[in-house]
């Protein structure tokens, strides 16, 4: 069974620039999570999709952070335009529907902003 | 102040010896605590899960307890390899879906 996938695994680019993450979740996850990490400080939710619909957002920063899942498969997480303070860690995880048991993580994208 | 405070923020050991990490909370309620292990340039793999009623959980030569009543969490590591190497995450899961974070024990295992 293929894991969580995200891409890309890197990425810098300059302040005020576009970025935008990919997440493959587990197929049949209806569950799809964003987590990011900056630096030094702990992993902290950014928000939750069930299939398509976003079920929980209250971690997002703010509006220059926008997350879509149309169709309710693959996720993008797109940040317009990146500040400083967005460099970190980005995490996707998914579970199956009904239960948080199963989440599992992605290998995340490390973000620099430069 | 986060809610899930964990000690110490490193730690370095000889290969072979045991060692023990702890982990406070103060989320209230909760439905589950969990354990993982992150190695570097990777994500949160899961040791151990344990719900509130739940005193202790074992994977291997990971042991877990808890003791909800004092909020507290340790992860015991028996007869460490060099491979135990990595960032060792406490996380505290409400009634919900999103997982509370702490901020890990860096581990490092010396031959």
């Known amino acids: 069974e293929a894991g969580v996938t995200q891409f890309p695994s890197h990425s810098v680019i300059e302040k005020g620039q576009t970025v935008t993450l990919r997440c493959d979740p587990i197929?049949?996850?209806?569950?799809l999570y964003w987590y990011r990490r900056v630096m030094g400080k702990e992993i902290k939710f950014l928000l939750h999709?069930?299939?398509?619909?976003?079920?929980?957002e209250s971690g997002m920063p703010n509006n220059r952070f926008l997350a879509e899942r149309t169709g309710g498969t693959y996720s993008t997480l797109k940040v317009q335009p990146a500040e400083l303070e967005d460099s970190g860690v980005y995490f996707c995880?998914?579970?199956?529907?009904?239960?948080?048991?199963?989440?599992?993580f992605g290998s995340g994208t490390r973000l620099t902003v430069v | 102040k986060n809610q899930v405070e964990q000690s110490p923020q490193s730690l370095i050991i000889l290969e072979g010896k045991n060692c023990t990490l702890q982990c406070n909370y103060t989320v209230s309620p909760f439905s589950n605590l969990r354990w993982y292990k992150q190695d570097t340039g990777r994500g949160p793999v899961s040791l151990t899960i344990m719900t509130f009623s739940e005193n202790t959980k074992s994977n291997g030569r990971y042991t877990a307890t808890l003791d909800a009543d004092t909020k507290q969490s340790s992860l015991h590591i028996t007869a460490s390899q060099l491979s135990d190497s990595a960032s060792y995450i406490c996380?505290?899961?409400?009634?919900?879906?999103?997982?509370?974070f702490g901020a890990g024990t860096i581990l490092r295992v010396k031959s």
């Open positions: 995880a998914s579970s199956l529907q009904g239960t948080h048991y199963g989440y599992t």
């Open positions: 996380v505290v899961s409400p009634y919900g879906n999103k997982l509370v």
């Open positions: 197929s049949g996850h209806d569950n």
């Open positions: 999709f069930v299939k398509e619909s976003k079920q929980d």
